[in-house]
């Protein structure tokens, strides 16, 4: 693919009208053709960023979801889990602490 931003743009642009064509077209819940078209968005919004990083050293704001930032999602569920559950044990090693401090 160029390296020129201005075309790597055209392309973007283009998936993105390919892209609500597939959806306002959409035959299932599955079709095909919208999954490739949000394939194809994925693509060439990499390249765009690729192309505009190489010739001007900038990015987008924008960051594109994968599989893996869903499991991360769960992941820092699991992670509040675990906070709670360490407040939980901290507030009562601060009250066995103060137990047997009233105890001495």
Same mark, same amino acid.
């Given at each position: ?47 765009? @960023? *690729?192309?505009?990083? $190489? ?8 960051? +594109?979801?994968? /599989? &893996? %930032? =869903?499991? #991360? @999602? *769960?992941?820092?569920? $699991? ?8 407040? +939980?044990?901290? /507030? &009562? %090693? =601060?009250? #066995? ?8």
């Amino acid at each position: 693919m160029s390296n020129d931003p201005r075309a790597a743009l055209d392309a973007l642009t283009s998936a993105l009208a390919e892209h609500l064509n597939a959806v306002a077209n959409r035959r299932s819940d599955e079709d095909p053709a919208v999954d490739e078209a949000y394939d194809r968005i994925a693509e060439t919004f990499e390249a765009y @960023e *690729d192309s505009l990083w $190489d010739s001007y050293s900038e990015s987008t704001p924008l960051d +594109l979801f994968a /599989a &893996e %930032d =869903d499991e #991360d @999602e *769960d992941e820092d569920g $699991d992670e509040e889990d675990t906070e709670d559950n360490n407040e +939980l044990e901290d /507030a &009562e %090693d =601060d009250a #066995d602490g103060e137990g047997s401090a009233n105890q001495a």
